[in-house]
């Protein structure tokens, strides 16, 4: 940026560079909203347990855990090379609410103790074994969770893997942490607000009505709790009815790889018959970025023609940068306009999208394969017909473009033979004529050409005098050469060695898994002859191989909290009874993505791994109570009012 600036000053007064697609801002900023979120999340996380606590003593001590555990985590992701990223500041973000939780329940059930009037001593360390053994349970359920989704394949692995190790070794922190420095502080730190002789003062006053509160709530969750009780058969009923409905849901939801965002940008590619001058090109890029920019929403565009890479000038791409969200419309809205406002041009073949892992390359791809063109030619037509017909495709295009037109030389050999002349001498000449020939370096290449007024029209070349009887003479290209128009293919496209032709496409509306969905169902009917198949490739491809490493992390996940369940309670039982929470957490995770119109993506899939060890904490607190009660002589019924009750705070 320092160097476009002094450019600047050195420019003449209009000409102005501006640099685009600045990753360096975009970066910078996403990792500063993480960590304001960071931020915020700790400073909430301490103030909610200081209400429910009502002891700045208390939130003191089990406040510790989060700078102890998110400090810490710096050292796994030094030994592993990791950096302050957006997905390493996410994970300890996500985790706040992780890393206090364990202190959370060890500090309440010391408070509980002393509240029964133990001293604070005692407290620490009879509070600090009878819970340990639920807390471990909880912390390592969660690591279960993270290390598969650390270790997925694919390029969803790729994102998440600083992601799941830095949250793992922070959880095993924050174990580390309840079980020394937590119960330690308590031990040492008498705290007045535990004991419920000691007055209270204007704020504590008013936490203890916040209090008496939950402890209504309590009563409230113990009546509910012996009602479901009492009507086992009603509750089991209510249970599948809500999970069966929660998976009619997901069957409602659509797919895609990653989740909509407004990046305030998005792009505009054209292609134009083959064959065109790169300055008809340009008058096509500004007659198209006046159409763009009409749109008050944009701030400025930056257009490309032909490419590095080999492409034609006939195809170009205008990048447009809209202006902040705050001031414009959704980019959408904006999309859809201009997308309208292109049809204006039935000539060129535009397309509007959104920036992806995929670059510029639209989210549906279809490739047809075979070995004859002509054939793979009738049945890609009718593919990309099939195509266009699906509720929610635009923009569909095809890989194939016309024919471009070219000029044949044809040499009559015999006269040519009579003057000295071959095919290749006559060849190198008009190639060097019309192409260039280099003649001499200096920095780049010089080339020697024709000059562009003798070479605008056939007949010009039919001018072009060649070498003949050895050099001793030269003779019009007429004499011994006739030029005929013609026309050949601009482009072969080959895909593992066979030839294809890809129909491309965009969404809009509705989510890519719904239109492929159905793009599939059309194609079906084509009933393609042997040898000839149809792949998905694009989003659509890396979406299904995604679900599919999910799908793994999440069997996986599942296991591993089974086996470590089945380790802590030395029981095959009760682990069923605390997993059984898992299929009802769904409700909640279709419901609201249902609510807010979002679809099974990448990060919603991730959220669904990670809530399988969240749905299970509160569940081990309440077997782990109850058996310990049962131990002690109380029937199963009491056993779980109790632990309902006793459990509900923390």
Not at 243 to 252: D, L, Q, R, T
Not at 559 to 587: D, E, G
Request: glycine content about 6%; cysteine-free; hydrophobic content about 50%.
């Amino acid at each position: 940026r320092s160097t476009v600036e002094q450019l600047n000053r050195e420019l003449p007064s209009h000409i102005r560079l501006r640099p685009i697609a600045d990753r360096s801002v975009f970066i910078r900023d996403s990792v500063e909203d993480v960590k304001m979120t960071l931020l915020l999340g700790g400073l909430l996380t301490v103030f909610i347990v200081f209400i429910f606590l009502n002891s700045w003593r208390s939130t003191v001590i089990t406040g510790l855990a989060l700078p102890v555990s998110v400090i810490s985590s710096f050292i796994i992701m030094r030994a592993l090379g990791f950096t302050l990223n957006v997905l390493t500041l996410m994970g300890l973000s996500l985790a706040i609410g992780l890393l206090i939780d364990d202190a959370i329940v060890v500090r309440e059930n010391i408070v509980r103790h002393m509240h029964a009037g133990v001293d604070h001593y005692t407290a620490a360390r009879e509070a600090t074994a009878e819970i340990g053994l639920a807390v471990m349970a909880t912390s390592f359920t969660i690591i279960a969770v993270f290390i598969p989704v650390a270790f997925m394949g694919g390029i969803i692995g790729r994102f998440f893997y600083q992601f799941g190790i830095t949250v793992g070794f922070a959880v095993l922190i924050s174990l580390y942490v309840s079980f020394t420095l937590d119960p330690m502080l308590s031990s040492r730190w008498y705290d007045p607000a535990a004991d419920p002789r000691v007055p209270r003062r204007a704020l504590g006053r008013w936490l203890a009505v916040f209090n008496e509160q939950v402890e209504r709530l309590r009563n409230i969750v113990a009546v509910a709790l012996d009602w479901s009780l009492r009507h086992r058969l009603a509750v089991i009923g209510l249970g599948v009815a809500a999970v069966a409905a929660s998976f009619w849901i997901f069957g409602k939801l659509g797919s895609a790889f990653i989740p909509n965002a407004d990046e305030s940008e998005f792009s505009v590619t054209y292609r134009a018959d083959p064959g065109i001058s790169i300055d008809r090109s340009e008058q096509i890029a500004r007659a198209l970025v006046a159409e763009i920019r009409k749109d008050p929403g944009v701030e400025y565009t930056y257009t490309r023609i032909g490419g590095a890479r080999g492409e034609s000038v006939s195809r170009g791409e205008i990048f447009v940068q809209l202006k902040d969200p705050s001031t414009r419309r959704y980019y959408l809205a904006i999309m859809a306009d201009t997308r309208e406002r292109l049809k204006r041009f039935p000539s060129l073949r535009t397309a509007v999208s959104m920036p992806s892992m995929g670059g510029s390359e639209a989210p549906i791809q279809v490739s047809l394969r075979g070995d004859d063109l002509r054939t793979l030619r009738a049945y890609g037509a009718r593919l990309q017909k099939l195509v266009a017909e699906v509720e929610g495709a635009v923009d569909v295009d095809t890989s194939e473009e016309a024919a471009r037109p070219e000029l044949r030389i044809r040499l009559d050999r015999q006269k040519a033979a009579d003057l000295g002349l071959d095919l290749g001498t006559v060849a190198t000449t008009v190639r060097g004529w019309i192409a260039g020939q280099v003649v001499s370096q200096w920095e780049d290449a010089v080339r020697l050409r024709v000059n562009p007024a003798q070479r605008t029209r056939a007949e010009d070349l039919l001018e072009m005098d060649l070498p003949a009887q050895m050099g001793r003479a030269l003779i019009p290209l007429k004499q011994v050469a006739s030029i005929d128009p013609g026309a050949a293919p601009s482009n072969i496209r080959r895909l593992d060695l066979i030839r294809e032709i890809r129909i491309s496409a965009n969404t809009a509306n509705r989510s890519l898994g719904q239109v492929i969905n159905d793009i599939k169902l059309k194609a079906a009917s084509l009933d393609l002859p042997p040898g000839y198949n149809i792949v998905y490739t694009g989003e659509a491809e890396r979406m299904a191989e995604s679900f599919g490493y999910v799908l793994q992390a999440l069997i996986l996940a599942v296991v591993l909290i089974y086996a470590i369940l089945a380790s802590q309670f030395r029981s095959f039982s009760h682990p069923l009874a605390i997993m059984l929470s898992l299929p009802l957490s769904l409700v909640g995770v279709a419901g609201m993505l249902y609510l807010v119109k979002d679809t099974l993506n990448m990060m919603s899939m991730i959220g669904v791994i990670l809530l399988m060890g969240l749905v299970t904490k509160n569940a081990i607190l309440l077997v782990d109570f109850t058996n310990q009660q049962r131990r002690a002589g109380v029937g199963r019924h009491e056993a779980l009012i109790a632990a309902a009750r006793i459990r509900l705070r923390p």
